[in-house]
């Protein structure tokens, strides 16, 4: 028997009360922190001239993908994957190929509990490559945590500073800078390049991670931050807060509007249940001679 049916057999009310428990479950599941043994993985188009690919992500003990991101682009930064520690392969194919076609790139990532990880495709076309990174998730007291993803083919050399004070010096293309302490602020992020630069106003709280791309837009270089943390005790937040291609994170929606639906028309289930019953109630017939 398929569920649709099973669903149509119930009383209405008690197919609202599952609704209800369901719902409520849901949202406990949002809220509730990561299991422990967890860690977080990220995927990430980094190629500015490789076209849009579907990636894969599985795990070493079952052969089924985890997680399927299909026609990512250039720029496009997926938020993170909660997943249990052990050993996982990433695959890379060409937008709508066949799920059992060889990839065009695969690459292994040991996760190991409690930490993060971004596996990005990067470098040209011809030379294209997964690398796997691991992302810091704490912070000395008081400072905030800062890399850089050089990530512009037009650019291929490019140096990074946030209000004036150097992040990144000379970066080549498809090369990633080792994390720097900085104080917090709001300060103009410049990446400059030998044919132009460009600058981004950028936030850095204290107690947060965050990775700079730098990326080549249609008028030249572009920059897009990245928070990947917000202070310890947090799950890794992770994909971009701007346009570009980025599949931003958003935050788990509250359950209660349709908690107030779905108990409304448990309500109004009820109601016309009794007055059903009530309708379909036989009457006495009226004795001879009354």
């Keep these: 028997m398929t569920f649709p049916r099973m669903a149509r057999l119930l009383p209405v009310p008690l197919t609202a009360f599952a609704l209800l428990l369901g719902a409520q479950a849901a949202g406990a599941a949002a809220a509730a922190p990561a299991a422990p043994g967890t860690g977080w993985i990220r995927l990430a188009h980094f190629s500015p001239n490789t076209p849009a690919v579907d990636v894969y992500l599985y795990s ?9 991101l299909h026609h990512v682009a250039y720029g496009t930064v997926s938020p993170y994957q909660p997943v249990a520690a052990g050993d ?15 990839p065009v790139l695969s690459t292994s990532v040991a996760v190991k509990a409690g930490h993060a990880y971004t596996v990005a495709g990067m470098g040209p076309e011809s030379g ?51 994390y720097r302490a900085v104080a917090p602020g709001t300060e103009a992020v410049t990446a400059t390049g030998s044919g132009g630069d460009a600058t981004s106003t950028v936030t850095l709280a204290a107690g947060t991670v965050h990775t700079l791309v730098i990326l080549d837009g249609a008028a030249g270089l572009q920059i897009v931050n990245l928070e990947d943390a917000a202070g310890s005790g947090h799950m890794p937040v ?50 001879p001679g009354t």
């Design 238 to 287: 992770g994909a971009a807060s701007t346009g570009l291609g980025g599949t931003a994170p958003r935050a788990p929606a509250s359950p209660a509007p349709w908690l107030a639906v779905i108990a409304a028309g448990s309500l109004l289930a009820l109601g016309a249940l009794l007055a059903m019953a009530g309708a379909l109630r036989p009457r006495r017939q009226p004795r």
């Design 88 to 102: 996982y392969s990433v695959a890379m194919r060409a937008a709508g190929a066949a799920a059992t076609s060889p």
């Design 60 to 68: 070493f003990d079952s052969p089924g993908a985890r997680l399927v």
């Design 128 to 178: 294209l490559r997964l690398q796997v990174m691991s992302d810091e998730l704490s912070t000395p007291a008081g400072q905030a945590l800062v890399r850089v993803i050089q990530a512009s083919l037009k650019q291929q050399v490019v140096t990074v500073d946030f209000g004036g004070k150097l992040l990144a010096g000379r970066l080549s293309f498809a090369t990633v800078s080792p």
